[in-house]
């Protein structure tokens, strides 16, 4: 498994949908972008990809 960290403004302004804006900072989910990649927003405000490549 491959793990990358992004800050948070790289993925969420750029390549989520416009339905996702109602997430908070401060609120913790995670979101699939594809079958492989998942997002997951921490209390930090950062985002980790998990590949499974």
Do not use: A, G, R, Y
């Not at 960290?5 to 339905?19: A, D, F, G, R, Y």
């Amino acid at each position: 498994m491959i793990t990358t960290q992004l800050k948070l403004h790289e993925i969420w302004n750029n390549n989520l949908p416009s339905s996702s804006s109602s997430l908070t900072p401060s609120s913790s989910s995670i979101i699939i972008l594809s079958p492989s990649v998942v997002v997951s927003k921490d209390l930090d405000c950062e985002i980790e990809i998990l590949s499974k490549d």
